[in-house]
């Protein structure tokens, strides 16, 4: 099945925006994206979501192409509290079951 | 925080054992899941339950059953664990809407 695609790692300086690009091109009509994030020896916890439109919340924003093939995780001031892995998420509209990419690690440099 | 735990943290067992994991809400979350995730790679979908007694497989179900007699358990069982499934379990909760809460995970090493 469909899974995303992602860049291994990336790296950023503090207090800079950092752009995570996600690809998903076999993506369905109805799946959302999810982005979720990773600490070590944690859970995965939630950054946003979204179906079509661009969407924001008090962590991030996240921009979705036209034809919905990729998006990109917008972080707009990058703090040594978001090193983490960062997963672009497939979820089905069926039960909302996700499918993981393997994920960007992300390092912030002070 | 969402009300989830897993237990037990961390567990040592030989191959052939049979093994149970459980997973517990406290928020009467209808949807339940059991992932699991290997060194370097994202989290795997095992089982899901939609609602007590309502399960389905996921994409890596072999070797694994579920059952939920109640809304907030979840129990994940090894019948005869393999060294194949040394994992981190990760269980996660989710409502109607779109976002998954997840619990602290489960270290299973199978010697």
């Known amino acids: 099945d469909a899974k995303t695609t992602q860049p291994n790692s990336m790296e950023s300086n503090e207090e800079e925006p950092v752009h995570l690009p996600c690809n998903h091109s076999?993506?369905?009509?109805?799946?959302?994206i999810h982005w979720y994030r990773q600490l070590p020896s944690q859970g995965p916890e939630y950054v946003i979501h979204g179906l079509t439109s661009n969407v924001n919340n008090r962590m991030a924003s996240l921009a979705i192409a036209e034809d919905r093939k990729s998006s990109t995780l917008i972080l707009h001031r990058a703090t040594l509290r978001d090193a983490a892995v960062y997963y672009c998420i497939r979820g089905d509209y069926n039960f909302n079951k996700f499918y993981f990419g393997s994920g960007t690690k992300l390092n912030v440099k002070p | 925080d969402a009300g989830i735990t897993q237990s037990p943290r961390h567990k040592v067992t030989e191959t052939g054992t049979p093994v149970t994991l459980r997973c517990h809400q406290t928020?009467?979350?209808?949807?339940m899941y059991w992932y699991r995730q290997d060194p370097g790679h994202g989290l795997r979908l095992i089982h899901y339950?939609?609602?007590?007694?309502?399960?389905d497989k996921g994409e890596v179900s072999d070797g694994y059953s579920v059952s939920r007699s109640k809304t907030e358990d979840f129990l994940l069982t090894l019948e005869s664990a393999t060294s194949s499934q040394t994992s981190v379990y990760f269980c996660?909760?989710?409502?109607?809407?779109?976002?998954?809460?997840f619990g602290p995970g489960t270290r299973l090493t199978v010697t």
């Open positions: 339950s939609y609602g007590v007694k309502d399960t």
């Open positions: 928020e009467n979350h209808r949807y």
């Open positions: 996660a909760i989710s409502e109607a809407g779109y976002e998954q809460y």
């Open positions: 076999t993506i369905s009509g109805t799946d959302y």
